[in-house]
């Protein structure tokens, strides 16, 4: 790895990314709520679901024929070539899904814009957006060695 990878790899670890994208798998394989989605009572004990939601679209986790309220932390091996990113693949690139503009209200999505086309923010997993532009391209470079 180099350094800037390796840099990386530490900012992943201080910021506690393992929590969710535990090596070396890098997922825990468990699930995330929908945002705004209570599981049934009846069904929380039997599946393994984490108490956070990191901010998944409620739309399509609720609103399709297959919607059941959660996602499955997705493993972040081969991530960098796996894009679009986020539920509905707004953003093309993982620059583009690391980058804090993407919340604003304005912002012209990368990938997938809607039937529309308007600019949109695009919600969802806000970890990694507080970090500075060098800390970012630092993790991006750690997790395209995955």
Request: glycine share 12%.
């Amino acid at each position: 790895r180099d350094e800037r990878a390796h840099a990386g790899e530490q900012i992943f670890a201080r910021e506690r990314c393992g929590r969710c994208h535990t090596p070396p798998l890098y997922t825990n394989n468990r699930l995330t709520l929908a945002l705004g989605f209570t599981p049934p009572h009846e069904t929380a004990a039997t599946l393994d679901v984490m108490e956070v939601s990191v901010g998944t679209d409620p739309g399509l986790a609720l609103a399709t024929r297959k919607g059941t309220g959660y996602y499955k932390v997705p493993s972040l091996k081969g991530v960098w070539y796996r894009g679009p990113f986020g539920h509905n693949g707004a953003a093309a690139t993982l620059e583009d899904w690391l980058d804090p503009a993407r919340l604003d209200r304005g912002y012209v999505p990368t990938g997938f814009r809607g039937h529309d086309g308007k600019a949109r923010s695009i919600p969802g997993h806000p970890f990694g957006l507080r970090l500075s532009t060098s800390a970012r391209k630092d993790l991006i470079a750690f997790l395209k060695t995955l």
